[in-house]
Nanobody
Framework: QVHLVESGGGLVQAGGSLRLSCAAS????????MGWYRQADGKQRELVAS???????LYADSVKGRFTIATNNFKRTLYLQMNSLTPEDSAVYYC????????????????WGQGTQVTVSS
């Protein structure tokens, strides 16, 4: 089992920035991809960004150029730097990891965190 804990969410004004963190623990040796998803009220969960163990990345079109995914000691800590935030970025953000290093907007991940709320005010 892998345990994921997100932090860094909060309330920010439009145009502002936040950095989300995700700490992974447990059986992390098999992790080959780490990602961030988000789910806004009344909407489906969507991939925000993901990164593989060989540093390949994938971003949602809506966040390209504004968000950056990064790791510190891949498999242990994941970050999401979010700049130029808009109210449309408001959602619960989830960290997810998986042993299959497939970059796709529509894939499944085996392990999920509990989520952290990001609210962007206009």
């Amino acid at each position: 089992q892998v345990h994921l804990v997100e932090s860094g969410g909060g309330l920010v004004q439009a145009g502002g920035s936040l950095r989300l963190s995700c700490a992974a623990s447990g059986s992390i040796a098999s992790i080959e991809i780490m990602g961030w998803y988000r789910q806004a009220d009344g909407k489906q969960r969507e991939l925000v960004a993901s990164i593989t163990s060989d540093n390949r990345t994938l971003y949602a079109d809506s966040v390209k150029g504004r968000f950056t995914i990064a790791t510190n000691n891949f498999k242990r800590t994941l970050y999401l730097q979010m700049n130029s935030l808009t109210p449309e970025d408001s959602a619960v953000y989830y960290c997810a990891v998986d042993p299959r290093p497939i970059l796709s907007h529509y894939r499944a991940f085996d392990y999920w965190g509990q989520g952290t709320q990001v609210t962007v005010s206009s």
